[in-house]
């Protein structure tokens, strides 16, 4: 059952895989790929995913890219039971939302914020801060509406992996979102309850945090979509 996971160490989109991973017990073989020389940017790896995004999945030669459909095609296929995926219909209507909210608003505003100006010549801008403050306003209100210990119930699905890892940003740049109480405290719980999964998380913060202060020089790389910053 040799399953292959291309990853970027530190993607959040691929750190949500090897937390699910990791929480499944499942042995697997871990490619870094390295974005930094574009080693996603190769017809080679457009052979394995046409959008040259990382992670790919490859499970005994079923690939398959698009984290969240990453994170429901194995929980679905070796979960033991369907806590981290539940089978009930509403139930899972909810990890599914979390999942479109994260790929459509949360990340999606966190990452524009945070990581483009990171590895690409973006500025943080006003409008980006308030995306930010919308995203993580959303993300409150829906922990308060539910009531529920984590983002989809009272244990961890896989929505959780996408939503910290989208959050660790945050963290990473030291982002104050203190005020976001009920974010503060699902964030803060799910470090104390799951130690082995926060490592993992945790590695690619600590890259994160350092590239904060001191960018990646990607003045080699042509990117088709994201404007390069020149080397001072
Ligand atoms: N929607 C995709 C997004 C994946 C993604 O954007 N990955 C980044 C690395 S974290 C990437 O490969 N970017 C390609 C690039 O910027 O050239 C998913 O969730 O898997």
């Not at 983002?151 to 104050?176: H, K, P, R, S, Y």
């Not at 964030?187 to 890259?207: D, F, N, Q, S």
């Amino acid at each position: 059952m040799p399953i292959t996971l291309y990853s970027v160490s530190d993607g959040p989109p691929s750190l949500a895989v090897r937390q699910l991973l990791k929480a499944l017990n499942l042995d697997y073989t871990l490619v870094n790929v390295d974005f930094g020389i574009g080693e996603h940017m190769t017809d080679e790896f457009a052979e394995k995913n046409p959008q040259k995004e990382i992670p790919v999945l490859d499970d005994d030669g079923f690939l398959l890219g698009e984290s969240n459909a990453i994170l429901q095609y194995l929980a679905e296929k070796y979960g033991k039971n369907d806590e981290l995926y539940p089978k009930d219909v509403q139930k899972r209507a909810i990890v599914n939302h979390r999942l479109c909210f994260n790929l459509s608003t949360y990340y999606r505003y966190i990452s524009e914020y945070v990581m483009a100006p990171i590895f690409f010549a973006y500025e943080r801008t006003p409008l980006g801060l308030k995306k930010t403050h919308i995203a993580l306003d959303n993300f409150n209100t829906y922990l308060k509406r539910l009531g529920t210990k984590y983002a989809a119930g009272d244990n961890i699905t896989i929505a959780d992996f996408q939503l910290v890892t989208a959050t660790m940003c945050l963290e990473a740049i030291d982002f104050d979102f203190s005020k976001y109480s009920l974010v503060d405290k699902w964030y803060k719980t799910y470090k104390k309850e799951y130690p082995e999964l926060w490592a993992i998380v945790e590695g690619g913060m600590a890259e994160i945090s350092a590239f904060e202060k001191n960018p990646p020089d990607l003045s080699h790389m042509t990117h088709p979509i994201h404007p390069i910053r020149k080397n001072k």
